[in-house]
């Protein structure tokens, strides 16, 4: 009998939850380019811009690089240089890059590169 009350509960609730659901409002925080590396102009020094096109064909977008942006290599956070070195011999593996969708700031750069068989 409890098990019945429960359930006959939970399912009176359910479009009370899925009233609610509809209500929020979605944020989107950052916008991300995959690319290849070789697609890629990145910045020389920590404060300057990185290149990318955000579609083949498509006009490249600088983004501004700072002491805040986030380099990571095969999912270990790095510095500039270290992505630098990292990436140098490894032109046909892919990055992603995210920014703001309403700045030119640069928040992260990612790539998991291939290893050698």
């Not at 009176?12 to 989107?28: S, V």
């Not at 990436?87 to 892919?94: I, M, R, Y």
Request: contains cysteine.
């Amino acid at each position: 009998m409890f098990t019945r009350i429960v359930a006959f509960a939970l399912i009176a609730l359910l479009p009370a939850g899925f009233a609610a659901a509809q209500n929020k409002i979605l944020a989107i925080n950052e916008v991300a380019i995959e690319t290849g590396i070789q697609s890629l102009s990145l910045p020389v020094t920590e404060s300057g811009s990185l290149l990318v096109a955000p579609c083949p064909g498509c006009a490249a977008i600088s983004l501004q690089a700072s002491t805040a942006t986030v380099w990571i290599v095969n999912g270990r956070r790095v510095t500039l240089a270290e992505f630098k070195s990292a990436t140098g011999n490894h032109g046909d593996s892919s990055v992603t890059v995210f920014y703001p969708p309403d700045a030119t700031n640069l928040l992260r750069v990612v790539t998991y590169l291939r290893q050698a068989p």
